[in-house]
């Protein structure tokens, strides 16, 4: 049996996608067990269910704290008996104690080169400062904002004119590849956390 992964996702859900095909290709030695979503009109939760792919929808709006959402997502996790939780574009920040109920085991990928332009609109971000080369990060989630330790990064070079839009796109495209790739290399090698490096044995 292969690992029992957990997607959370906010939207259009193209990063659960690209696990999802790889997954089923064989590329990464996982399937994905849940879908969870924060948002009921998520495109993403859409796609899952066209798939035959167990989704849950928790809205957080409906809960009375972070808390209790998280409780929630935890107790959907754990009955699905996930074992690793990817963040495909999930727009919402994870508490500490979340984390602490899968160690080392939540994946996240974020549309730049970390630790440059964390938080939102990472795409935008680049364009704005003028930098020459950006592209995406998959790491680890800690209790900081797109904080945790580096697993995959490609590179995207900039090119003149180009738009939050236009480089966002070219960004994705490396997106769908990275993240399957980080996933692949957890799951299959021998790994320990040093400082904040991931060293591999
Ligand atoms: C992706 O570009 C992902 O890197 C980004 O949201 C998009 C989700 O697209 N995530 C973040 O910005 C997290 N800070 P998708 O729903 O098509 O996978």
Redesign the pocket.
């Given at each position: 049996m292969t690992t029992k992964i957990g997607i959370l996702?906010?939207?259009?859900?193209?990063?659960?996608l690209?696990l999802h095909g790889a997954m089923e290709r064989g590329d990464v030695p996982a399937h994905i067990a849940l879908v969870v979503s924060n948002v009921a009109e998520a495109a993403?939760l859409e796609k899952a269910r066209a798939l035959r792919l167990p989704t849950v929808c928790i809205p957080h709006r409906l809960e009375p704290s972070r808390e209790a959402h998280e409780a929630k997502v935890l107790e959907a996790l754990r009955h699905a008996g996930v074992e690793w939780v990817c963040?495909?574009?999930?727009?919402r920040l994870l508490s500490a104690s979340f984390i602490a109920e899968y160690p080392q085991r939540i994946l996240?990928?974020?549309?730049a080169l970390l630790p440059s332009f964390?938080?939102?609109?990472?795409?935008a971000q680049a364009v704005e400062y003028g930098v020459k080369v950006s592209g995406?990060t998959v790491h680890l989630v800690d209790e900081g904002l797109?904080s945790g330790s580096i697993i995959v990064q490609h590179v995207v070079p900039l090119r003149d004119g180009d738009t939050a839009e236009s480089l966002?796109a070219r960004?994705?495209a490396e997106?769908h590849k990275a993240y399957p790739e980080a996933l692949n290399l957890l799951l299959t090698q021998r790994w320990n956390i040093v400082g904040r490096r991931v060293v591999y044995s």
């Open positions: 996702l906010s939207g259009r859900g193209s990063n659960f690209a993403g963040l495909a574009g999930y727009m996240n990928i974020h549309p964390p938080g939102l609109e990472g795409q995406c797109d966002s960004i994705l997106e």
